[in-house]
């Protein structure tokens, strides 16, 4: 955890901007740190070491943007991807299935993904596979890009000046907003395996 305030102090803004964008736009992103960034930086937006209004403006710049590439790589590559009948992960049923769930969750998927790793990777994409209107996707982009960055900044920044020296415990607030974050992917999983079982 070290090593990431590191990154964040040397890199500063720009580079919050850069690793926000890649984890939410680009599907190889995935792997990069992103809850554990936005309370990281809010930490030290509380230790004077950055700028709130900074931190705030290149986490919401890089989420809105990077869905927005997300978005269009979906919508260009996706249908050649999932063409292959043969294929065993990218079957052009599955993108029926994603529009279905676009059209039905569409809202609630791209907001709430934000808050959950690997699937906030994956929702812009999906979402433009399936088509889903860009209008409606950029406004549904632009509340989610809000209420994560803002909100998780703002959140921890405010719990960094409430108890002093919080930073030192950087990484079990962390893990515990990667446990949270996860349990609703695994509760669906095992939920979708019980009535596969059936």
Do not use: C, H
């Amino acid at each position: 955890m070290s090593s990431l305030i590191d990154v964040i102090l040397s890199a500063s803004y720009l580079g919050i901007f850069f690793i926000v964008f890649a984890e939410t736009g680009l599907l190889v992103g995935f792997f990069l740190p992103g809850d554990s960034l936005l309370i990281a930086a809010g930490l030290l937006a509380a230790g004077g070491k950055l700028n709130l209004g900074g931190v705030m403006a290149a986490v919401v710049a890089g989420a809105l943007l990077g869905n927005t590439a997300g978005y269009f790589i979906g919508q260009r590559f996706g249908p050649a991807v999932f063409s292959n009948q043969n294929s065993r992960f990218f079957k052009p049923e599955y993108v029926a299935q994603a529009q279905t769930f676009f059209v039905k969750y569409g809202a609630l998927a791209v907001i709430l993904a934000r808050f959950v790793p690997i699937v906030r990777t994956l929702v812009p994409t999906l979402a433009g596979v399936s088509r889903m209107p860009f209008a409606l996707y950029t406004l549904y982009n632009l509340i989610g890009a809000l209420l994560w960055g803002v909100g998780l900044t703002a959140l921890s920044y405010y719990l960094g000046q409430l108890i002093p020296d919080l930073d030192k415990y950087i990484l079990l607030i962390v893990a515990v907003v990667l446990v949270v974050s996860v349990i609703p992917i695994v509760l669906k999983f095992l939920q979708a395996r019980k009535r596969a079982v059936k």
